[in-house]
């Protein structure tokens, strides 16, 4: 649900009249840089939000609790069950019609993760070489969202031989280190943890894994952007409650977070 602040710093850029020649994303990230860059309208985007499951309050980091309140020998079949499946369908209804990253606009990368052996796969249209703790991976868009977006516990992990692909956010929440590989001049980092801010005191065992899986993640992130981001916008950090479900203020934060910050990514682009 967060990712739909990605749309908002859309918007920021086109009210500046820029469009990003390339677009990199993990998760929610990648399914809004696919769709940006296939030119799909800006409405199909916000829908894709409206539909996401709204099953506990925070989307970005679950299914740590998840994966806990599920016993031990029912959990291999929830992630791989078909319903799982069927359900990220629904959310993403027509991204199937993205048959081919010939489409695209500009350069798009989706980074999912090997679950076999917990590198970071990368698919898109631009180079063939990639960071050395990813491979480079060969799917369709369609296939490749869905493998980003595979969020364990949630969505169903999906078999690409010879890998079983989950979120890309486990190993790059934010893959800037893929976008300055491939070329970019200067990366614009949009980092939606949520480690760092302000949270009340857990209130079950799944609140809390919940929360240590946000510090770790948001620690991840940061120190990964350290090293290949020149600029990073931090959206949550424009919400009165970053657990928000409203889509219209998640993405107006985005929006926001861009604005704010447009002095600086102006004088960085000039």
């Not at 249209?125 to 980003?148: I, K, Y």
């Not at 969020?151 to 893959?175: M, Q, T, W």
Request: hydrophobic residues 45%; charged residues 20%.
């Amino acid at each position: 649900m967060r990712g739909a602040c990605h749309i908002g710093v859309l918007d920021g850029l086109a009210q500046k009249g820029v469009f990003p020649p390339m677009m990199v994303g993990s998760s929610a990230g990648a399914l809004v840089a696919a769709l940006a860059m296939a030119r799909r309208p800006r409405e199909k985007l916000a829908e894709l939000f409206q539909r996401w499951p709204r099953e506990s309050p925070s989307w970005a980091f679950t299914w740590w609790g998840r994966l806990l309140s599920f016993p031990r020998e029912k959990l291999p079949r929830c992630l791989g069950s078909h319903k799982a499946g069927e359900r990220w369908e629904e959310v993403v209804e027509g991204i199937e019609a993205i048959l081919s990253w010939d489409e695209m606009a500009g350069t798009v990368g989706v980074v999912a993760t090997d679950l076999l052996t917990g590198q970071g796969i990368v698919f898109g249209n631009g180079p063939a070489h990639v960071p050395e703790r990813f491979l480079r991976g060969d799917a369709p868009p369609w296939l490749a969202l869905r493998a980003s977006s595979a969020i364990p516990g949630l969505f169903a992990p999906v078999k690409r031989s010879p890998y079983l692909l989950a979120d890309g956010a486990l190993v790059a929440p934010v893959p800037a280190e893929v976008a300055r590989l491939w070329g970019a001049a200067k990366v614009v980092a949009v980092d939606l943890g949520s480690g760092d801010l302000p949270s009340p005191p857990p209130r079950s065992a799944s609140e809390t894994v919940d929360r240590a899986g946000a510090i770790l993640l948001t620690g991840l992130s940061r120190c990964q952007l350290q090293k290949t981001a020149d600029l990073v916008l931090q959206p949550l950090r424009y919400l009165a409650n970053p657990d928000t479900w409203n889509v219209e203020e998640l993405v107006a934060a985005g929006k926001e977070a861009l604005l704010e910050a447009w002095p600086a990514l102006e004088k960085l682009l000039s």
